[in-house]
């Protein structure tokens, strides 16, 4: 019995060893079930803050979502505070105000930008502070200052990509576009992605190859990842469709980018444009409003007073273009330069004279080709038609880099070659620029439709008279 009782003790102490080892089994395989899952190193990454979102951004120069860049420039002051001698974090500060002037039109952000840019040179001098001098004066159209920091750049870090693109846009703005081009070429060979592509499409609209462009603006938007980056590809998408006439198309990828990133407020300027062509005129006012509330830039208020102006409201248009003058005096207190957009308007609605004087000495200080066309208008305007056509034929000529197909730069060159009685090109180029773009101003078009009108249909070519080889005789 005993025996018997021991054998039954010992089988079911087996049995419960048994079923603890497997119970231990099973929750050890449970916890190895588990715990890959509950590990941290497997779980999906949190995202960024807010100011490390924009720190990406504005380091690889590409826009920045404006409340990333409040917490960044929030994050950056709080730091140097505590930290003066951070050369970096300097330069990343003068960097997000230059974006934030830039997104805002605020140009008083761009005396705090040149302070932190210079306190990050002085402590130790960089590229990346190089780079934020040179944007800050790409924002300022300072474009000769630009292309000289961005130089002192390349010199310092040749292998620098985000070098490159303000190098373009520096040498864009003073119409040397075979060194744009030089530098596109730089910047293709030592990266690729989203950012090279918008800045490819930029240097192929200004060449004239919109097709070309249309495709890399559009590979740009659908590779951007970031909302504020895809949104602004998504406007120079809707921008270029809208140079060439196509308002539907322009109206989708603008608001489109506005639905992406609802600070995007060159795609609500680019939203009214397309409605007021589409006729939706009450939308379009609104549009430019809520742009003009967020961004009161220069251009916006031009565009909304002749928009005003065109539907006979002219005190409304008014109120607008003081807003104009307002606003560039405000860039000029932040050093910003508003000269192009302020002659603009003193050709069509103010003293050409006027006009023609800070036209002259913008060209002097940056020959570009809307400074060019700018300054012909304005020469035409004032009754100087001569040298006038001089300038016109600068901003339309391809061999001089004038081959950005233009509406209004077309209308301007017919309009100045009508007046000199060349009738011939006159009729081709105002039949181009409705060609180009049908809608490209409220004001202007109807004119050009009926400068056409009283040109009139192209002569037919004379028959030419015959020599009779034989006879010698017609």
Known sequence: ????????????????????????????????????????????????????????????????????????????????????????????????????????????????????????????????????????????????????????????????????????????????????????????????????????????????????????????????????????????????????GEREVALRNFQEAVRTDPDQRAAQAGQARALAALGRTSEALSAYQVALTHQPDPQYALELGELYESLGLRQAAQVQYDLLRARVRGAAAGGADQELVLGVFEADHGDPTSAVGRLRAEWRRQPGIAVADALGWALHRAGEDEEALRYAVRATDKVHGGGVRSALYAYHRGMIERELEKFAPARRHLQEALRINPYFSPLQVPVAREALTALGSEPPVEDVPVMDAKAGKR
Request: a positive charge.
């Open 1 to 244: 019995m005993e025996n018997q009782d021991e054998a039954s003790h010992e089988g079911r102490a087996g049995r419960r060893a048994l079923i603890a080892a497997l119970t231990g089994c099973l929750v050890l395989g449970g916890t190895l079930m588990v715990l890959p899952w509950q590990s941290p190193a497997t779980r999906a990454p949190a995202p960024p803050a807010a100011g490390a979102q924009a720190l990406t951004a504005v380091s690889a120069g590409v826009p920045a979502a404006l409340p990333d860049l409040a917490a960044l420039i929030g994050e950056r002051e709080t730091h140097l505070r505590r930290n003066p001698r951070d050369a970096e974090s300097w330069a990343v500060l003068g960097a997000a105000y230059v974006e934030q002037g830039r997104r805002t039109a605020e140009a008083a952000y761009y005396p705090k930008a040149d302070r932190a840019l210079r306190t990050s040179l002085k402590v130790e001098k960089s590229a990346a502070a190089l780079d934020g001098m040179a944007a800050l004066a790409n924002a300022r159209r300072d474009f000769r200052a630009a292309r000289t920091w961005a130089e002192a750049a390349q010199k310092l870090d040749a292998k620098r990509w985000t070098t490159y693109p303000l190098l373009i846009d520096a040498c864009t703005g003073l119409g040397d576009w075979k060194a744009a081009g030089r530098a596109l070429e730089r910047l293709q060979k030592l990266r690729s992605g989203p950012d090279v592509l918008a800045r490819a499409g930029a240097v192929y609209r200004d060449r004239g190859w919109r097709e070309d462009a249309m495709a890399q603006l559009s590979d740009a938007a659908a590779g951007a990842q970031a909302p504020a980056e895809r949104a602004a590809y998504l406007e120079r998408v809707g921008q270029l469709a809208w140079e060439r």
